[in-house]
């Protein structure tokens, strides 16, 4: 058995009343016996004719992502072969290759590449069309676009109560949250240079607390309920269980009144909530704010003596009677 080849001309001139040509093949040996036809037939892309110029329109120009529409038409030939790709080059570099073809609007869509600097940056678009036979277009269209620097989205939120970090899920606050105080949580972008920037609060339960726009959140009623953070895209979120305020009044002292109120550390910090109207009313007996750990000596301080106890036992027994077996939170202060 030889294997033999053999060569097929066939010009544009042919066949013209078919606008598409498929040639089909069979052999036949020297003794005339004749074999069948090839399953599968050639297509025969007969166009030698260049394609016009592209049309060319902007979409969305001097935002990040800019997008050029390449319309196509084919020139005048005996058989056109239709759209086959774009060429294009961005300020003159080197040729890129798009492929996208929609049949209902005639364009193929290119995509201006994204600029990764601090600036705006014009980019100069020029663009052939080229056939499914593969001819180029004689000239190339031309565009000048502008492209803004590429937003940077939030991937995350960094979420805290003060300078403690909160995780998603978990309890607003370590301390405990009683109704009528008040809390500010924080939220940034993941990363910090973030385009999204804008901070949405809102809480599941408005009825038990509410947050407004800086994060402020306060307690208004005993229940539980979710505070959420969102950034672009981005949602954290922490829960609140709150519990009733406790106070209590009595007889004695100069006034003949002693009243026991509660001041979260937070709220005594930031001057602001239930009981505390100035960050001497909790842990100071002179104005100034300071921690347990820092100054155990001004915890609570008798309004009626001015003295200053280092517990709250001390400070209750200045007064008659001030209610003993609260948290080590509880400020005294004695009228």
Do not use: H
Not at 69 to 86: C, E, H, I, N, Q
Not at 154 to 177: M, P, Q, R
């Amino acid at each position: 058995m030889t294997d033999v080849t053999g060569s097929l001309t066939v010009y544009e001139g042919t066949e013209l009343s078919k606008s598409i040509l498929y040639v089909y093949v069979r052999a036949v040996d020297r003794a005339g016996n004749v074999g069948d036809w090839t399953s599968n037939p050639a297509f025969l892309n007969i166009d030698t004719i260049k394609p016009n110029t592209p049309t060319l329109s902007v979409v969305d120009n001097s935002t990040s992502v800019v997008k050029v529409l390449a319309g196509f038409t084919d020139g005048v030939s005996l058989r056109p072969s239709g759209f086959g790709k774009m060429i294009y080059t961005v300020n003159g570099g080197a040729e890129l290759t798009e492929t996208s073809w929609n049949n209902d609007t005639k364009v193929s869509t290119i995509v201006v590449p994204s600029n990764n600097t601090a600036a705006d940056v014009t980019d100069a678009i020029n663009v052939w069309a080229v056939d499914k036979a593969g001819n180029k277009s004689e000239n190339y269209a031309t565009t000048s676009v502008v492209v803004t620097p590429a937003k940077i989205v939030a991937t995350g939120i960094d979420l805290k109560n003060g300078t403690t970090a909160v995780e998603d899920g978990t309890a607003c606050s370590t301390s405990a949250l009683y109704v009528g105080s008040t809390m500010t949580l924080i939220a940034t972008p993941i990363p910090t240079n973030s385009d999204d920037k804008i901070v949405t609060w809102s809480s599941s339960n408005a009825n038990v607390a509410v947050v407004n726009e800086t994060g402020v959140v306060t307690i208004s009623n005993v229940g539980t309920a979710s505070i959420s953070a969102k950034i672009g895209s981005i949602t954290k979120t922490c829960t609140i269980s709150s519990q009733a305020q406790v106070s209590s009044t009595g007889s004695g002292g100069s006034s003949g009144g002693c009243n026991c109120t509660y001041c979260t550390q937070n709220a005594c910090v930031n001057g602001t909530g239930q009981n505390c109207t100035k960050s001497g009313d909790c842990w100071s007996g002179n104005g100034e704010t300071v921690s347990d750990a820092v100054n155990p000596a001004k915890r609570y301080t008798c309004s009626t003596s001015g003295k200053t106890y280092a517990s709250q036992a001390a400070c209750s027994a200045s007064c008659t009677p001030c209610p003993t077996g609260k948290d080590g939170k509880r400020g005294c202060s004695c009228s």
